[in-house]
């Protein structure tokens, strides 16, 4: 079993709360991806657990066993690194093997491990070759697969990604998730980059300042952020924030910002009634925001008029920046659009995927609707 328990945790250097005390569970064969900023306290998250930074207080459990006082090498884990870490003098096959003869494991479980883990990551023809003669996403696999010849409990990766260009990185997003599939243990990933999060973890924790903001699926932070923090973090290009008012008129409930306001879905009214006449934060993230010639008639919408700024055209959809009173924003909409720079145009919100947000830190997302999935 390679349950990963944190009780209590916290890390402090000096008098600098690096990681505020937290309570986590990360189940056995999840991939948890620890994501926020620089500086959040991720990557010392990830350095207690494997063993290279000593708790200020709490317990980690790996398994049933409390790894407080146990070294690194007695914990029953991999890491990965960001800058790979591999011997320049050693070709693949000893730099894959070099853990284990540490280890005085027998010559021939050593070479059996070693070609089962490069069958997997598809560099058998590379055990040979140095790492000067790879290239950054092959050495990336060799990094990878020195931990799996290990068969840790726990697999940790810390920015693993980072140094690969954009296409690579797309490649191996999707090899590490099929790895975490074939191996079917336990993944902790830490990065920066909530598309990695999204794309690959089972459970996202989300941190900032040290303090765990949201731990959820991908899906339940992206739908029901706890917090502006947290809402403007997921979602790419990122979510539109302006400072709105709930006004009550003639029976009905709107939504008013200094360009427009949105008649609120009866189905919100009840959840929201209570904060009328309240200065709010409005949330709309830019793929809830269409041309108005090409809305969809299936969904709950408000229309409001903007003048383009920006057009850009990405193929598949149209990117616009856009002003409307006071507020400026970015919508994502039908690649069909003829909107032009300088031109009105008219955009409907999808009212059933608005974001409503107290002002006052750390700005809570106010509840508008059920929410039986958190």
């Not at 328990?5 to 309570?23: I, Q, T």
């Not at 290279?52 to 029953?76: A, F, S």
């Not at 616009?320 to 909107?339: E, N, Q």
Request: glycine share 6%.
């Amino acid at each position: 079993m390679s349950k990963v328990s944190h009780e209590n945790v916290c890390k402090n250097f000096g008098k600098v709360e690096a990681v505020s005390c937290f309570y986590l569970d990360v189940e056995d064969k999840e991939f948890l991806v620890l994501l926020g900023p620089s500086g959040c306290g991720k990557s010392t998250t990830l350095r207690m657990i494997a063993g290279l930074e000593e708790l200020t207080d709490g317990n980690i459990y790996i398994g049933d066993n409390l790894v407080n006082d146990m070294p690194p090498r007695d914990r029953d884990i991999a890491m990965v690194f960001q800058d790979y870490a591999l011997y320049p003098h050693m070709t693949v096959y000893q730099n894959m093997a070099f853990g284990l003869k540490l280890r005085k494991f027998p010559k021939a479980e050593i070479d059996q491990r070693v070609k089962e883990a490069a069958d997997i990551l598809g560099i058998h023809d590379l055990l040979e070759r140095k790492p000067r003669e790879l290239s950054g996403g092959q050495r990336q696999r060799v990094a990878v697969g020195r931990a799996i010849v290990r068969k840790p409990a726990v697999f940790l990766f810390d920015e693993p990604l980072s140094n690969l260009d954009a296409k690579l990185r797309g490649q191996m997003r999707a090899e590490l998730s099929k790895l975490h599939d074939q191996l079917n243990t336990t993944i902790i990933y830490v990065t920066h980059d909530q598309v990695e999060a999204m794309t690959m973890g089972t459970k996202i924790v989300i941190m900032n300042d040290g303090v765990i903001q949201q731990v959820g699926s991908p899906m339940e932070i992206y739908e029901y952020p706890v917090n502006k923090f947290v809402a403007g973090f997921i979602g790419s290009p990122g979510m539109n924030f302006l400072s709105a008012k709930i006004v009550s008129e003639n029976g009905k409930l709107y939504v008013g910002t200094s360009g427009f306001r949105l008649l609120i879905p009866d189905k919100k009214v009840s959840f929201l009634q209570n904060q009328t006449d309240r200065e709010v934060i409005l949330g709309i993230r830019p793929e809830h925001l269409e041309d108005a010639a090409f809305e969809d008639s299936s969904v709950v919408t408000e229309t409001f008029a903007a003048i383009v700024e920006v057009v850009e055209t990405l193929g598949s959809e149209v990117q616009l920046d856009v002003v409307s009173g006071d507020h400026s924003l970015v919508a994502r909409v039908d690649a069909r659009t003829k909107a032009e720079r300088h031109q009105e145009i008219q955009l409907t919100v999808n009212m059933d995927k608005i974001h409503i947000f107290e002002t006052e830190p750390p700005s809570s997302r106010i509840k508008t609707e059920e929410q039986s999935q958190t």
